[in-house]
């Protein structure tokens, strides 16, 4: 076979393999824009507050680039909302759809509701990573530079330890459908001067309060159980309690105490000491 005959074959080949990969391209996006929609409906379906502007795929040809205008998201009952000015996602790469980096093009402006008020929060350099298999996300990372409290009213716990969280990461594994639980493999943040790492097992209780057990590592035990008895939160029998726990408590490879902590009925716990109520992450469910 002549060299010319042996270039034709190899130029139709590449043409024909070109040819193919702009129609996978072309089709793949089009399904991400779709199933980015049908998300999008699927939690208005569940009662989340969903919007979007424009939802664009580009990148072409070395990448997938979704970009989602205006988005904005609120849970159902009010309970947290968040928005930015545009979100930002792309697969590992072209032909890996099962791990995707989302960012948002700008800060996040967050809102929490507490038993205090709402608390209003300013979220910069937030990142997801999101690994999932057949459809279901099966690992989560997130980061994010800073949370800043931006609410005018006082909040006893929060003003104690600082109005700033800074260096937040966070690790969970899968989700468990049924039992609405989440795993935290690992979680640590600078909160003032107080470094935090956690893990657990958390879930929501059918009352709306944050249950499960942890691990709670703190850089200054003794800087958090003020702020929680400045709070109102430990009267001193609980702290007394509390510190026993802390003494007696091992500390870490970061040379940071690690106490047991549970949220059961509506409470939590330090060890077997209660330290307050449990956050409550949405309103108590309803039978229909």
Do not use: C
């Not at 939590?268 to 209660?274: L, M, S, T, V």
């Amino acid at each position: 076979m002549s060299i010319r005959r042996i270039l034709t074959i190899l130029v139709i080949a590449a043409a024909a393999f070109a040819a193919l990969y702009v129609f996978y391209w072309i089709y793949v996006s089009g399904q991400i824009k779709e199933q980015t929609l049908a998300w999008a409906e699927e939690r208005r379906a569940e009662g989340y507050a969903i919007e979007m502007g424009r939802v664009d795929v580009n990148g072409f040809p070395a990448a997938f680039e979704v970009q989602v205008t205006d988005f904005a998201i609120g849970a159902p009952n009010n309970d947290w909302s968040a928005a930015t000015r545009a979100l930002h996602a792309r697969p590992a790469s072209v032909f890996d759809l099962e791990v995707w980096d989302a960012q948002p093009e700008s800060e996040v402006r967050a809102v929490i509701g507490s038993d205090e008020g709402p608390l209003e929060l300013s979220l910069e350099g937030a990142r997801l990573l999101l690994q999932s298999v057949d459809g279901e996300v099966v690992r989560t990372e997130a980061y994010l530079d800073s949370a800043e409290l931006t609410s005018d009213q006082s909040y006893p716990v929060i003003d104690a330890l600082g109005r700033r969280i800074e260096d937040v990461e966070i690790f969970l594994s899968a989700e468990d459908p049924d039992a609405g639980e989440v795993i935290i493999d690992s979680a640590q943040m600078s909160w003032g001067a107080l470094d935090v790492s956690a893990a657990g097992v958390l879930g929501v209780d059918p009352a709306g309060f944050l249950a499960g057990t942890g691990q709670l590592g703190l850089s200054d035990p003794e800087r958090f159980l003020d702020a929680l008895q400045q709070a109102g939160i430990l009267d001193n029998r609980a702290r007394q309690f509390a510190q026993i726990a802390v003494a007696i408590a091992p500390r870490n490879e970061e040379d940071r105490v690690v106490l047991p902590v549970s949220f059961n009925g509506g409470k939590a716990y330090i060890g077997p000491a209660p330290v307050g109520a449990a956050p409550r992450i949405h309103a108590p469910e309803t039978n229909s």
